[in-house]
């Protein structure tokens, strides 16, 4: 081999283990920038799956939510329970005119104390009643929900501007609406003016109840009826009829599919013990 020919070698090999040297230089840097770019995708991914899954915090520092999503997220719990305790005891709160079932003060719908006699009606306006019957149930609990809100804004910076007003209760198909008539307004840098807070639960005690009134059309013309009928009518309808001693009927409506109840009893067209 040649002397200039030995240089040329030479100088080819040191220049190949310098793109080398560069090239792997430039993998680590591409290999660094991929970790950090999936690490920052991995914490966005994780920020936006507890924002989404995080309730608001009751005095917590997350004030700017909407009011209505605040006050669902405290109010919820209490809501529910009352709504499931007023429907187990035939639409009122506290029962005055009962008979008892598995540990139950069911109220009569429709009652007479004669035998051989239809029922006459208690609750006319059933839905107004339980709508009123919740309102009752939640209200120091909704109360409570506002002051705490209130205090959460305020704690945030914001200057607040809450009017009381009353709160109504509406069953609606599958829903049931809570209407908060307050008016607040909120101050911070700019001003919002909410004229009303609503309160949504996923609840279908409206259909339930327009069954019972249905039934209860059956008790005071007939004094009994067919529960078959509405089953097959409503095939996600469980409609369950339990015939006592002393002459009262406990109905018992159940929606198939969210296991929601609404039970009430009825005394028409009873006949004396050991007769019927």
Same mark, same amino acid.
């Given at each position: 081999m040649k002397?200039g020919? @030995?240089k040329l070698g030479?100088r080819?090999?040191?220049?190949?283990?310098?793109?080398k040297?560069? %090239?792997?230089?430039?993998?680590?840097? $591409?290999?660094?920038? #991929?970790?950090?770019a999936?690490?920052l995708?991995?914490?966005?991914i994780?920020f936006?799956?507890?924002?989404?899954i995080?309730p608001p915090?009751?005095?917590?520092?997350?004030?700017e939510? &909407?009011p209505s999503q605040?006050?669902?997220s405290?109010l919820?719990?209490n809501l529910?329970?009352?709504v499931? @305790?007023i429907?187990l005891?035939?639409?009122s709160l506290?029962p005055?005119h009962y008979?008892?079932?598995? &540990?139950s003060r #069911?109220e009569?719908?429709?009652y007479?104390?004669?035998?051989?006699?239809?029922c +006459?009606v208690?609750q006319?306006?059933l839905?107004?009643?339980?709508?009123?019957e919740?309102?009752?149930s939640i209200?120091?609990?909704a109360?409570?929900c506002?002051?705490s809100?209130k205090s959460?804004? /305020?704690?945030?910076?914001?200057? +607040?501007?809450?009017?009381p007003? @009353?709160?109504n209760?509406?069953?609606? !198909?599958k829903r049931?609406?809570i209407?908060?008539?307050?008016s607040l307004?909120?101050t911070k840098?700019?001003s919002?003016?909410y =004229?009303?807070?609503? $309160? +949504?639960l &996923?609840n279908?005690l409206?259909?339930?109840?327009?069954?019972?009134n249905?039934?209860?059309?059956? /008790?005071? &013309?007939?004094g009994?009826?067919?529960?078959t009928?509405?089953?097959?009518y409503y !095939?996600d309808?469980?409609v /369950?009829? @339990?015939k006592q001693?002393e002459?009262s009927?406990?109905?018992i409506?159940? =929606?198939?599919?969210?296991?929601n109840?609404?039970q009430?009893?009825?005394? %028409? $067209?009873?006949? !004396? !013990?050991?007769y019927?």
């Open positions: 002397k020919e @030995k030479t080819s090999w040191i220049l190949e283990l310098v793109r040297g560069l %090239s792997k230089s430039k993998l680590s840097q $591409v290999t660094i920038f #991929i970790i950090i999936l690490v995708i991995g914490l966005v994780i936006l799956f507890f924002r989404d995080v915090v009751l005095g917590g520092t997350r004030a939510i &909407n605040y006050m669902e405290c919820e719990e529910k329970e009352a499931d @305790k429907s005891q035939g639409g506290s005055s008979v008892l079932y598995d &540990n #069911i009569y719908l429709c007479t104390n004669e035998y051989h006699v239809l +006459v208690q006319p306006l839905v107004q009643h339980i709508e009123t919740i309102e009752n209200d120091s609990k109360r409570e506002l002051n809100m959460n804004y /305020e704690n945030s910076g914001y200057q +607040v501007n809450l009017r007003g @009353k709160i209760v509406e069953l609606i !198909p049931i609406l209407n908060f008539n307050n307004t909120l840098e700019g919002k003016t =004229d009303s807070i609503k $309160v +949504v &996923n279908n409206y259909e339930l109840v327009s069954i019972a249905s039934i209860l059309r059956w /008790e005071t &013309n007939y009994d009826a067919e529960t009928t509405y089953m097959d !095939p309808l469980k /369950e009829k @339990k001693s002459g009927t406990i109905y409506l159940t =929606d198939r599919n969210n296991l109840k609404f009430f009893a009825s005394r %028409s $067209v009873a006949w !004396p !013990p050991g019927g």
